[in-house]
């Protein structure tokens, strides 16, 4: 149990300690996306009934925020260690890959939590309700925020050179979270796209998040929880069998 | 310095058999075969020494045992306890002191070796780290981040962190390599320290001297294989022998007697070789029968270094 409490004690202090680069930069940014967009598409029509579409964009961009981050707080820590050598010292102590695990995903999930919980606070500004449905909120946060921050193990585990890691996250992360309704919602899609869109997690994530702020959304949150909760279990599995075996961390 | 505090938590009781034991360890990388079916032991309380060319497998071997890598084949355990099976209790056991100089950027020393203590389940034990501190003349880098440190500075932060969890087995991989002389005596003094209270050491060195004078048995690896393996008296005395020094004056010749068995250094030195001591007189002896007089001479013990040059030369890849 301490094994399991000193490494995620570590994570989360990791990022404290650059807190300014993982925590206010990317911050500022979702501010600056709000603030941008609320004041350009403010004559947009409203997306749902009394949903004006800089509403819709603040659980959207929210979301991203946390996904983003979680996400790369697992895979940079990971390459990170690779790249310097220094995951010997991970390896070499008798943590189980359980405990590897949760300790990783757990930190990156504060930190997830950390930058989406001032996106929000600050969204206040701009939308000063509550959420609908508090507890559904929480439910598809911690859901999103494991999903990615196992995704971004996954690609630490991976990747072997920075490129690699930047390429899983231009190319498969960037796109699944920009195309999963952060901007739109997929009503406003071409059929076609709208069955495509269907194969991205992320947008039931994002989906379900915005059904806990505003009790509205394209899909019904039940079907959005199973479809996240279900790829979050597999993907988990998948790490720790990884994990177990040692691939690529363990020659 | 706090003498009262045990070094080491000792042994496994109850269980005497080796503190390291490699049965039939084979590794590949691709179809270069790194280690080929490796059998080695080491007893508890030993002093040992692995030594060998650079790219012998020395450090695949480490990794086997520390589980940073798989073996192909074969069982290797730590007292006993198998280093894939019963991972947790072997890795406890064993300290290990990478050749690679890592550290982690983002801490102190003294944060390194607390987050140390804790992956291996215990609570940061200050007055163990401070001794540890001390005792590799850390104390007063405590505070300073790693990135601060030079190299001799990270490689001893190394060795605290091996040792922060009081394993009963250190291993150690070149440990010296960038550690000047006065810091490599500091460390090795307190090594032997705890070797003495019982600690079992494995340590790769390209230093033999360091070797000799530590490590009570030594094995000697070669193209993933051992090729010699004894104790380090019975190496010294089968393989190397004591030899005699001496220069009659620039330019002059031995004589006849003496020239066949003679090896020609510079500066008009000679090294002949001795199977004892009494062969001096005869040699001294001849000298003086050719009217040549001595201008310098030394007689020199068998060193490893020279053992170790005959075996890798006797022996075929
Ligand atoms: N990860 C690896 N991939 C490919 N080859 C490796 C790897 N690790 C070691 N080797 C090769 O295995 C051989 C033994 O290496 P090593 O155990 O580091 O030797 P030593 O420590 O005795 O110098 C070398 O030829 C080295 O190039
Ligand atoms: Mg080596």
């Excluded at chain 1, 943590?95 to 206040?124: H, K, N, Q, T």
Aim: aromatic share 10%; hydrophobic share 50%.
């Amino acid at each position: 149990m301490r094994g399991f409490t000193t490494l995620f004690g570590k994570e989360v202090l990791r990022f404290w300690k650059v807190s300014f680069q993982t925590l206010l930069a990317p911050l500022v940014s979702t501010l600056l996306y709000m603030l941008v967009f609320a004041q350009v598409l403010d004559h947009h029509a409203e997306v749902y009934p009394g949903v004006s579409y800089r509403e819709f964009l603040i659980p959207g961009l929210a979301m991203m925020a946390m996904l983003q981050n979680s996400f790369s707080n697992t895979s940079s820590s990971l390459i990170q260690s690779k790249l310097t050598g220094n995951i010997v010292f991970i390896l070499l102590p008798p943590l189980s890959p359980f405990e590897i695990f949760a300790a990783y995903v757990l930190a990156a999930m504060v930190r997830g939590f950390a930058v989406g919980g001032c996106v929000w606070l600050a969204s206040l500004i701009f939308f000063p309700h509550l959420p609908a449905h508090p507890l559904e909120l929480v439910i598809f946060a911690l859901l999103g925020n494991a999903l990615s921050a196992v995704l971004g193990l996954l690609a630490g585990i991976w990747s072997e050179k920075f490129d690699q890691l930047a390429a899983f996250q231009n190319f498969i992360i960037v796109p699944l979270t920009f195309l999963a309704g952060v901007f739109y919602s997929i009503h406003s899609l071409p059929p076609l796209w709208r069955d495509i869109s269907r194969f991205n997690p992320f947008l039931y994530m994002i989906d379900g998040f915005r059904h806990g702020f505003f009790g509205v959304s394209d899909i019904p949150p039940l079907e959005s929880f199973l479809i996240v909760g279900g790829c979050a279990f597999a993907l988990s599995c998948l790490s720790l069998s990884l994990l177990s075996r040692g691939w690529r961390l363990r020659s | 310095m706090i003498e009262s505090i045990p070094l080491s938590r000792m042994g496994r009781p109850g269980f005497d058999g080796a503190a390291i034991s490699i049965k039939g360890a084979k590794k590949s990388f691709g179809q270069f075969e790194a280690l080929k079916g490796l059998d080695l032991e080491v007893q508890q309380g030993e002093f040992f020494a692995l030594l060998g060319p650079n790219g012998a497998g020395k450090t695949t071997l480490i990794s086997l045992l520390a589980g940073l890598a798989r073996p192909d084949a074969g069982a290797l355990s730590v007292l006993g306890f198998d280093v894939g099976r019963d991972y947790r209790q072997a890795r406890r056991a064993v300290g290990v002191v990478p050749q690679e100089l890592v550290f982690d950027p983002f801490f102190t020393v003294r944060e390194t070796l607390s987050l140390q203590s804790g992956y291996f389940g215990i609570r940061p034990d200050s007055k163990w780290i401070d001794e540890l501190l001390e005792n590799l003349q850390l104390r007063d880098k405590a505070d300073s981040n790693m990135r601060a440190l030079s190299g001799g500075m990270k490689r001893r932060v190394l060795v605290a962190q091996a040792l922060v969890h009081r394993p009963s087995v250190l291993i150690l991989d070149e440990p010296t390599a960038g550690v000047d002389v006065e810091l490599r005596q500091t460390l090795w003094k307190f090594i032997r320290r705890l070797n003495e209270e019982g600690m079992t050491i494995l340590l790769t060195t390209h230093y033999l001297e360091e070797a000799q004078t530590l490590c009570n048995r030594v094995a000697m690896m070669k193209a993933g294989q051992v090729i010699a393996l004894d104790t380090t008296q019975n190496l010294l005395a089968d393989h190397s022998r004591p030899s005699l020094t001496l220069s009659v004056g620039q330019g002059k010749p031995l004589p006849d007697v003496l020239i066949q068995r003679a090896t020609s250094l510079p500066a008009g030195r000679f090294r002949l070789g001795l199977e004892n001591f009494a062969e001096v007189e005869q040699i001294l002896a001849a000298c003086r029968t050719a009217g040549l007089e001595i201008k310098e001479l030394e007689v020199g013990q068998a060193d490893l270094e020279e053992v170790f040059v005959r075996i890798m030369k006797d022996t075929p890849r």
